[in-house]
């Protein structure tokens, strides 16, 4: 097969156009250079994990139909209809599932039967923070409301006097 350095007489479609465009940079002489292919290694590392879970003996743990993870800045990791795998002697719990962090906010109806007595003490204070966080953002927008305004004029001043 001979290699046509002009693209437009080869024929369309055909298989010889995508093997010319791999030659185009090469002249005679020259060293074929190989193309740097990138390896994805989360395969790699999820057989790992898998086989270091099957060395401490973990099993799948059923009917769990979703876990919140709360985390200290107010938003929780929450993960719908998750994989659950535990070894209890090795205290080891390994999670799988798409996670998605949303603010406590969203989830409060759904979560507040879930909820032990030392977690809605927690809440309580979480809820009066935020509300003095928009407390705070409230009055913060009233002042910006403030100084986009037009100044009132002073009493007494006439400031058209002052012009001539």
């Known amino acids: 097969m001979r290699i046509i350095s002009n ?4 024929p369309p479609n055909t298989t010889s156009v995508t ?16 193309v ?10 999820d057989k790992k994990l898998q086989t270091t879970l099957k060395k401490m003996n ?17 938003n929780v990791i929450h ?6 795998h535990a070894s209890v002697p090795s205290n080891t719990f390994a999670l799988y599932g798409n996670g998605e962090e ?17 977690s809605l003490a927690s809440l309580r ?10 407390k705070q953002a409230g009055a913060e927008g009233k002042k910006d409301e403030d100084e986009d305004d037009i100044p009132d004029l002073v009493e007494g001043e006439n400031f058209e006097s002052n012009v001539e």
């Open 102 to 118: 949303k603010e406590l906010t969203e989830l409060v109806p759904g979560i507040l039967n879930q909820l032990g007595p030392d």
């Open 36 to 45: 740097k292919k990138v390896h994805k290694s989360s395969g790699a590392d």
């Open 58 to 74: 973990v099993q799948p743990i059923q009917a769990i139909e979703e876990v919140n993870m709360f985390k200290e800045d107010g």
């Open 125 to 134: 204070k979480l809820a009066e923070s935020y509300q003095n966080m928009q």
């Open 7 to 10: 693209f437009n007489l080869l």
């Open 19 to 34: 093997t010319a465009t791999n030659f185009i940079d090469r002249g005679k002489g020259t060293p074929r250079r190989k």
């Open 79 to 84: 993960f719908a209809a998750p994989k659950v």
